[in-house]
Nanobody
Framework: QEQLVESGGGLVQPGGSLTLSCAAS????????IGWFRQAPGKQREVVSC??????GKSYADSVKGRFTIFTDKNTAFLRMNGLRPDDTAVYYC???????????????????RGQGTQVTVSS
């Protein structure tokens, strides 16, 4: 059965770090695009970072560039988050699927496989 399972969320102080994990089973992450999304209360779900299906190029939202890093290892995708700020507070979701174009162009619902989300709270 194909699925994604996220973990690693929690409460962290401003300026702190967290690394989120997204473990895939039933398919190989190296063969598909991967996306990390987040949704804060009262806001739309937005793409944070993604890896292209074809050339494995990585993209980041302007708000997280230089602070977040997306990478994969052993069929698990990771989102390393440094310099966390209160406005990074959200539920974070991972997704995967075959995408023909740049991963930045695709919304959450367009990915084939989608995780259940993990809460990240940045607060002192």
């Amino acid at each position: 059965q194909e699925q994604l399972v996220e973990s690693g969320g929690g409460l962290v102080q401003p300026g702190g770090s967290l690394t989120l994990s997204c473990a895939a089973s039933g398919f190989f992450l190296d063969h598909v695009a991967i996306g990390w999304f987040r949704q804060a209360p009262g806001k739309q779900r937005e793409v944070v970072s993604c890896i292209n299906d074809s050339d494995r190029g990585k993209s980041y939202a302007d708000s997280v560039k230089g602070r977040f890093t997306i990478f994969t290892d052993k069929n698990t995708a990771f989102l390393r988050m440094n310099g966390l700020r209160p406005d990074d507070t959200a539920v974070y979701y991972c997704a995967a699927g075959s995408l023909a174009l740049s991963c930045q162009l695709y919304a959450w619902h367009e990915y084939t496989y989608r995780g259940q989300g993990t809460q990240v709270t940045v607060s002192s």
